[in-house]
């Protein structure tokens, strides 16, 4: 019988992450995917740029990038991009590296090579940790779905239904119409 090897978030910390590869850690697990392509990057950019602006102008908080967060236990997560609020980082050391606090908001751009039943654990440590939203796009299908603390089913939003996403008690006034991101 094989034994399986956990590792603590000081561990998952040590580590260098070799050219073309990303890591996470799942409940003591190496989660190792492989660097996003050229169109995932693009639009995570572009989720960025128009929610930094946002918040920037605002003085809201922070929104990153690929940047690690430790959640609850032994798990660290990297969304593809993140909102901190301005009163969620006083008194944390925004040097650290995991970002010792969830943030409030999550962004994921769902690959070809995601499973479903990783991004449901995905989103539920999320929850956990205290993140108020989860959002979670799907680039081929134009559908996107909107998880919020304390409610277990989904908002589903499509492009072709001109929906957009919004989220009034983090970001007042911000709204992203899925037709601009799924153009």
Known sequence: MATKTLLTVADYAALEEPAGVRY??????????????????????????????????????????????????????????AFISAARLQGIDVRRVPLPVAPDLVIELVSENDRADDLNLKVSQYLAAGVKAVWLFYPVTRVAYRYISGKLEPGVRSADAGHSFEEPELLPGFALPLTEIFA
């Open 24 to 81: 996470e850690l799942s409940e003591g697990q190496l989660i190792v995917t492989p660097s996003a392509n050229l169109f995932h990057n693009e639009m995570r950019d572009d989720f960025n740029a128009r929610l930094k602006a946002f918040a920037r102008s605002r003085k809201l908080g922070r929104v990153v990038s690929e940047m690690d967060f430790r959640l609850l236990g032994e798990v660290v997560r990297r969304p593809d991009v």
